[in-house]
C-alpha cells in the first residue's frame, strides 16, 4: 500500500514554542492531506483538510491561527502548533487519500506532542 | 446528524473469533472503512467495503449492510497481537471519513 511518512514521532516543547509537523506522502502524490488530534482512550477529531496549493478548511472549533497548515507540494503537508500549551499535548496523526484508488486513507506514524 | 456506534470493549480467547459490530448514519455513503490501532499507534488499514456482502482477507473479514447501516469485523483463529482498538469509519458524501469512537478488543490467553 501507499506509504505516508510523519515526523517526528516525538516531541516534548516548553509552553509557548512553536512545534512543526512534517506530512509527506513516499509514494504517490496527495492533493488532500488530513489531519486529525486523538486524545488518550478517544476517537480520531479530525482538525483540517489540507489542499495542496490551497488554504486548508478547518473543523469547527479548531482554531486556524494556532493550527497552522502548509500545503505547499503534492507530496508535503505540516502542521505547526503555535504558542503551545500543555493542553496541546496530544497524538497528531496525519493521512492522506492516495488519488488513484480514491478512497483509502493512509496515516502517518502520528506524532505524540507532550508541551511542558 | 452523522453517527457511528461501536461497542467499547469486548474480550476473546487466543484462538476463538469475535465479530465487532458497527451501525452508522451518514449524509450519503462511499463505503465502509475498519482500521487496526495499537495502544500508541497511528490506526492501520484493515479493510473497505462499498457494496453489499463479506469481504474476506485471511483472517479478518468485513461485512456490510447498507440497507441497514450495518458493518462488522470478523477475527477468527485469534493471537494475542490482535489485542487493539478496532476503528470503523464511514465515508459521507463528501468523501470525509467519519469515525467511530473504536472498539478495545482484549484476547486472554
Known amino acids: 500500500g501507499a506509504v505516508v511518512s510523519q515526523h517526528p514521532s516525538r516531541v516534548i516543547c516548553k509552553s509557548g514554542t512553536s512545534v512543526k509537523i512534517e506530512c509527506r506522502s513516499l509514494d504517490f502524490q496527495a492533493t488532500t492531506m488530513f489531519w486529525y488530534r486523538q486524545f488518550p482512550k478517544q476517537s480520531l477529531m479530525l482538525m483540517a483538510t489540507?489542499?495542496?496549493?490551497?488554504?486548508?478548511?478547518?473543523e469547527q472549533g479548531v482554531e486556524k491561527d494556532k493550527f497552522l497548515i502548509n500545503h505547499a507540494s503534492l507530496t508535503l503537508s505540516t502542521l505547526t502548533v503555535t504558542s503551545a500549551h500543555p493542553e496541546d499535548s496530544s497524538f497528531y496523526i496525519c493521512s492522506a487519500r492516495e488519488p488513484r484508488t480514491g478512497t483509502e486513507a493512509f496515516f502517518g506514524q502520528g506524532t505524540r506532542l507532550t508541551v511542558v | 446528524g452523522q453517527n457511528i456506534d461501536q461497542p467499547t470493549e469486548m474480550t476473546a480467547t487466543e484462538g476463538a473469533i469475535v465479530q465487532i459490530n458497527c451501525t452508522y448514519q451518514?449524509?450519503?455513503?462511499?463505503?465502509l472503512f475498519w482500521y487496526q490501532q495499537h495502544a500508541g499507534e497511528a490506526p492501520t488499514f484493515l479493510s473497505y467495503?462499498?457494496l453489499d456482502g463479506l469481504e474476506e482477507k485471511g483472517r479478518f473479514s468485513s461485512f456490510l449492510s447498507r440497507s441497514k447501516g450495518y458493518s462488522y469485523l470478523l477475527l477468527k483463529e485469534l493471537q494475542m497481537k490482535d489485542s487493539a482498538s478496532y476503528l470503523c469509519a464511514a465515508m459521507d458524501s463528501n468523501y470525509q471519513l467519519i469515525w467511530g469512537a473504536g472498539t478495545k478488543l482484549i484476547i486472554k490467553p
Open positions: 489540507s489542499n495542496e496549493g490551497s488554504k486548508a478548511t478547518y
Open positions: 467495503n462499498v
Open positions: 451518514t449524509s450519503g455513503f462511499n463505503g
